[in-house]
């Protein structure tokens, strides 16, 4: 089945700064890849997702990137605000679902330092 | 329009006991899938339902089963319940199969087994 790794899992940047996320993915079958935000005690939010036909997605201060060949895709935070501080998941999974449906990366912590 | 709800939110168990949780989706949405969260674990995807089908199903044991209904609300129903079982369940509802449409996820039940 599909795993995902997802590094690190903690980062702590200074506000104003970039932060990267990175995640790989083992299944080449994979074709959609969603990043969630998780606040201290709410629910998973989507905050960007990319398909495999799409090298690159841009949303404001956040951008996603995927590299299919090497199977690895990263979340781009730039500027970073205070209100950004939560737990990043990166997922995997084919369009449709599959016998594995969303597996999910382990997080990372990630925390702006004022 | 109202978000996903999940009820109830908080259940204490004992070992060996078994249990029905149920997630009501956003109006119009026709899948649910539902997850287990766990500090070490993190977010591992247990099934999804789209119009009273189990169309996915991710590697837990029998014990984890659910069902949807025709109004689209979905249970989900652990037997003999171990310790190991304590953890967040999120479920999370689209319109249809994710890759497609995006997943909004309720706030958790959270279950102690003792």
Known sequence: GENVEQHPSTLSVQEGDSAVIKCTYSDSASNYFPWYKQELGKR???IIDIRSNVGE???QRIAVTLNKTAKHFSLHITETQPED???YFCAASRVGGGADGLTFGKGTHL???? | KAGVTQTPRYLI???GQQVTLSCSPISGHRSVSWYQQTPGQGLQFLFEYFSETQRNKGNFPGRFSGRQFSNSRSEMNVSTLELGDSALYL???????WGFNEQFFGPGTR???L
Request: include cysteine.
């Open chain 2, 91 to 97: 479920c999370a509802s689209s319109l249809d199969s």
């Open chain 1, 57 to 59: 997605k841009k949303d």
């Open chain 1, 111 to 114: 925390i702006i330092q004022p």
């Open chain 2, 13 to 15: 168990k004992t070992r």
């Open chain 1, 85 to 87: 501080s939560a737990v």
């Open chain 2, 111 to 113: 279950l102690t087994v």
């Open chain 1, 44 to 46: 998973p939010q989507l």
